[in-house]
């Protein structure tokens, strides 16, 4: 048959125009006459779950315009032997990426366009629109930049009787399980002072011992059970602590001041007075090692996770037992436990575009770290620093109206830059924007 009189199908979707369909449509187009399949706006809804930017007629305009195009019909999802026959279509030209089940002597199949997709577009798009909003720089411990993870995974959910709510959650839950190392994962919609709270009044009995930090260990104290006999001791007295107690309790980064406590000797010490361990893991969870030394924790979902805040998590390993009769409906863990009351849906959905993804967003954290440290060698503090913050020697000023600083709850002279939210930009344009004025 000459080529002239052979019919060409190409099928697509074609939701959003670009060079690699246009490229396709001229290969096709030496090989016949192109009659597109065009997927109709159902097929479209059912195979992708959206409704397609540009609808059937708009989409066919377009492609009748285009000059290797002879036709356009609407088709189905999937090409089959009908529909090759009701077109008279003498070969389908796809991608490499076909799932068509037809004769395979009427199939031409030639290589996708690299590193262009409708999907790719639509997702540098969503990508666009969130940067306008990411202009502010958040120097803060979280919750900072919104990343465009966080929202390409957000759809409706609801916590019972929701199958996608239920495979989203137990994908979610289990992975924080093993970022915090513990058997059991409670999900609460609050703050990491919440979840702090709620464990605090559930597990803790008998004695505890505080490790003093800083503002955000000594809070603490106002959020236990009433009943707990609690002695607290600065940090650098820990290794004269020969007292036995029931619990320690310990913010394993104290924000306050840039802090980081020694992991193991916390560990050290635990061991040695007999206690078991309950950490404030707020600012170290997803960021520092070694969480599953505790045998309780509280953290919330944004700062190391990288989530959207409005999430708070209670791990606790399998051997913990609730010792204590709270008096309050919502502070009791089992309220949580048994999903009595709303949950963090959506924050709980932004972390699921997140999971693959962590260990990228996390050594863009540790270069932010690193660039803050070799920019200001003589002012930034370089021992027990933790990946969140660092304290710097001096006064942080912001340089546009844009820059968010956080301001410290520390007594010590000096300010504290946390740069989480500063993951992704370059060198140059972060200086420009902030000046540090060393102490004299």
Not at 164 to 185: F, H, L, P, R, T
């Amino acid at each position: 048959m000459d080529k002239l009189t052979k019919n060409i199908m190409v099928d697509m979707s074609a939701t959003l125009i670009h060079h690699g369909h246009i490229r396709l449509l001229e290969k096709a187009s030496r090989l016949g006459k192109v009659i597109v399949g065009l997927t109709s706006d159902e097929q479209i809804i059912l195979h992708k779950g959206y409704t397609p930017e540009l609808r059937f007629n708009q989409r066919k305009e377009i492609l009748e315009s285009i000059e290797y195009v002879q036709k356009v019909v609407k088709t189905n999802w999937h090409i089959n032997d009908a529909t090759l026959k009701k077109y008279k279509i003498d070969l389908l030209v796809h991608g490499n990426d076909n799932n068509n089940n037809i004769d395979l002597e009427k199939l031409q199949i030639f290589p996708r366009t690299k590193e262009i997709s409708s999907t790719l577009l639509r997702n540098n798009a969503s990508k666009s629109i969130i940067n306008i909003k990411n202009n502010k720089l958040m120097l803060t411990p979280g919750p900072a930049q919104l990343l465009y993870e966080n929202i390409s995974n957000l759809r409706p959910l609801f916590g019972r009787g929701d199958k996608d709510y239920d495979s989203m959650y137990n994908e979610v839950i289990n992975w924080v399980k093993k970022m915090c190392g513990q058997d059991k994962v409670v999900a609460l919609q609050g703050s990491s002072t919440l979840a702090i709270e709620i464990a605090s009044k559930n597990f803790l009995k008998g004695t505890a011992l505080l490790v003093d930090t800083g503002f955000y260990s000594n809070r603490i104290k106002d959020l236990i059970h009433k009943d707990l006999a609690l002695d607290s001791c600065k940090y650098e007295e820990l290794k004269l602590v020969t007292k036995e107690y029931d619990w320690i309790i310990v913010a394993y980064t104290e924000t306050s001041e840039a802090f980081k406590v020694d992991i193991d000797l916390i560990q050290q010490t635990a061991k040695k007075i007999k206690a078991k361990i309950f950490l404030d893991a707020t600012g170290s969870i997803g960021l520092e090692p070694k969480h599953h030394i505790a045998d309780l924790v509280a953290f919330s979902s944004c700062k190391g996770l990288f989530g959207l805040a409005g999430a708070c998590f209670i791990g606790y390993k399998q051997n913990l037992i609730k010792n204590n009769f709270v008096g309050s409906f919502y502070l009791d863990i089992n309220t949580h436990i048994n999903k009595l009351v709303t949950g963090p849906y959506h924050a709980l959905a932004s972390l699921s575009g997140i999971i693959h993804n962590h260990s990228l967003f996390l050594e863009r954290v540790k270069k932010s770290k690193e660039l803050i440290i070799n920019h200001f060698p003589d002012t930034s503090n370089t021992q027990n620093q933790p990946l969140l913050c660092t304290h710097i020697k001096g006064e942080v000023l912001a340089n546009d109206s844009d820059v968010v600083l956080y301001s410290p709850r520390s007594k010590k002279r000096g300010s504290i830059v946390c740069h989480l939210g500063e993951i992704h930009k370059d060198e140059p344009s972060l200086l420009k924007r902030i000046t540090i004025n060393p102490l004299i």
